[in-house]
T-cell receptor, first 113, second 113 residues
Framework: DGGITQSPKYLFRKEGQNVTLSCEQN?????MYWYRQDPGQGLRLIYY???????QKGDIAEGYSVSREKKESFPLTVTSAQKNPTAFYLC????????????FGSGTRLTVV | AQSVTQLDSQVPVFEEAPVELRCNYS??????LFWYVQYPNQGLQLLLK??????LVKGINGFEAEFNKSQTSFHLRKPSVHISDTAEYFC???????????FGQGTELSVKP
């Protein structure tokens, strides 16, 4: 079955370390997105990519980086510059059509100690 | 700028009671509207969507929503809730070119026995 796979589900890192979250989709979707979710703050867009080798900053891009070398993959790196990295991270993908909506991965919970 | 407002951050309700989760949007152009559900520590799943046609949209798990253009609302309803409906619910609107979604802040539905 097609879908989005995020790995790992839980991730622990020491403060000051960079960490990369994986997101892979086999839906042949054009666009991919990364969101951060904190209690009571809904979904906040970090980065999105509408086509391979191109991506745009979202509302809270500082301290994060992404790449889109393949259509299927959109990894997110949480750098040491991100002041409060502990959060639940969600990856999503969609076709480039307004009526399509998003398909979400199951999320990665990052805890920095 | 387009925005989505979910009017209640938390909605407690007893099992088998009806429930309405409210969503208002602001947009000067035609929109496509979505409701998603998120269970704890999981990604978001699509409940239903309004694209065009009938203003009453039926979704999964017995949920339905009504699009009201004059009031710019898209409220979600269920006539009789179950304990298993306890989750967070997100309203979203698709605007502009491509498929980018704008999400509301979420409503936490808590169903009590």
């Amino acid at each position: 079955d097609g879908g989005i796979t995020q790995s790992p589900k839980y991730l622990f890192r020491k403060e000051g370390q960079n960490v990369t979250l994986s997101c892979e989709q086999n839906l042949n979707h054009d666009a991919m997105y990364w969101y951060r979710q904190d209690p009571g703050q809904g979904l906040r867009l970090i980065y999105y990519s509408q086509i391979v080798n191109d991506f745009q900053k979202g509302d809270i891009a500082e301290g994060y980086s992404v790449s889109r070398e393949k259509k299927e993959s959109f990894p997110l790196t949480v750098t040491s510059a991100q002041k409060n990295p502990t959060a639940f991270y969600l990856c999503a993908s969609s076709k480039q059509y307004r009526d399509y909506g998003y398909t979400f991965g199951s999320g990665t919970r990052l805890t920095v100690v | 700028a387009q925005s989505v407002t979910q009017l209640d951050s938390q909605v407690p309700v007893f099992e088998e009671a009806p429930v309405e989760l409210r969503c208002n949007y602001s947009s000067s152009v035609s929109v496509y509207l979505f409701w998603y559900v998120q269970y704890p520590n999981q990604g978001l799943q699509l409940l239903l969507k309004y694209l065009s046609g009938s203003t009453l949209v039926k979704g999964i798990n017995g949920f339905e929503a009504e699009f009201n253009k004059s009031q710019t609302s898209f409220h979600l309803r269920k006539p009789s809730v179950h304990i298993s409906d306890t989750a967070e619910y997100f309203c979203a609107v698709s605007v502009g070119q491509g498929g980018k979604l704008i999400f509301g802040q979420g409503t936490e539905l808590s169903v009590k026995p």
